[in-house]
Nanobody, 124 residues
Framework: QVQLIESGGGLVQAGGSLRLSCAAS????????MGWFRQAPGKEREFVAA????????YYVDSVKGRFTISRDNAKNTVVLQMDSLKPEDTAVYYC?????????????????WGQGTQVTVSS
């Protein structure tokens, strides 16, 4: 079992930045690909970013490419999503996720564990 706890959400103006962190307990994060998903009101949960177990491969949804950066520190069992140039359409609950591969996470949404989510609100 892996427990994932997100932090760092909040309210920010358009063009601003937020840094989301995901801390894991239980099994070591190095066993898993890690990623972030989000769910806006009235919409389905969507993939945002993923990173392979080694950190060598990353995937992003087109709408955040060039603005968001995923990183991980396996020694500290943490994953970070740095979000820059935020837009109102980025407003959502953001979820940390762990799964077998980053590619599966990105293309078919395959995950094994979810965090409880953290709210990100971007005002115009």
């Amino acid at each position: 079992q892996v427990q994932l706890i997100e932090s760092g959400g909040g309210l920010v103006q358009a063009g601003g930045s937020l840094r989301l962190s995901c801390a894991a307990s239980g099994r070591t994060l190095s066993r898993y690909a890690m990623g972030w998903f989000r769910q806006a009101p009235g919409k389905e949960r969507e993939f945002v970013a993923a990173m392979s177990r080694s950190g060598g491969n990353t995937y992003y949804v087109d709408s955040v490419k060039g603005r968001f950066t995923i990183s991980r520190d396996n020694a500290k069992n943490t994953v970070v999503l740095q979000m820059d140039s935020l837009k109102p359409e980025d407003t959502a609950v953001y979820y940390c996720a762990a799964g077998p591969t980053a590619q599966n996470m990105a293309f078919i949404g395959r995950t094994d564990y979810w965090g409880q989510g953290t709210q990100v609100t971007v005002s115009s």
